[in-house]
């Protein structure tokens, strides 16, 4: 079973689909679970995409994981909150290095829904996390 889960968090709609899933299989194998969120910052001038929001203070953000582990927290499952920034582009490598680095069993992860061309275009990190990391990958939709 899956006992140590790597939960990849942003704040799209599709989070509160992701950690229920995660809380899920946490519970049924009384796992621990690491909630990550990697935040991609673009270069000066630079189109940073989609759901980057660049708005929030690192303080805020962390508060933000850390209210997520708290919720863990609340239904018996050990859990910790990460924040990571990176550069654009990079979130999938922080995703399985992370992963790597708490020797976790899965990666817990959601999909915004792109099409094959929009993320092909695009670039889905879920699609690059699975081709990157050497552990079974749970993408949500």
């Given amino acids: 079973m899956y ?4 939960v990849a ?8 689909r992701v950690t229920d899933a995660a809380r ?22 630079k189109y940073a995409g989609p759901g980057l ?6 303080a805020e953000e962390q508060a933000s994981v850390d209210a997520m582990a708290g919720e863990f927290t609340r239904a018996g499952i050990k859990a ?3 924040l990571r920034h990176t550069a654009f582009g990079y979130a999938a490598r922080e995703i399985v290095e992370d992963a790597k680095t708490h020797d976790v069993d899965a990666i817990v992860m959601g999909s915004r829904g792109r099409g094959d061309l929009a993320g092909l275009v695009l670039g889905s990190t879920a699609h690059k996390v699975i081709h990157l990391a050497d552990r079974p990958v749970l993408v949500v939709r």
């Fill in 24 to 45: 899920e299989l946490a519970r049924l194998a009384g796992g621990e679970v690491w909630l990550l969120h990697v935040l991609e910052l673009a270069a000066p001038g």
């Fill in 53 to 58: 929001t660049g708005n929030e203070t690192r």
């Fill in 9 to 16: 968090v942003d704040h799209s709609e599709i989070t509160g």
């Fill in 80 to 82: 910790h909150g990460e």
């Fill in 3 to 6: 006992e140590k889960l790597l």
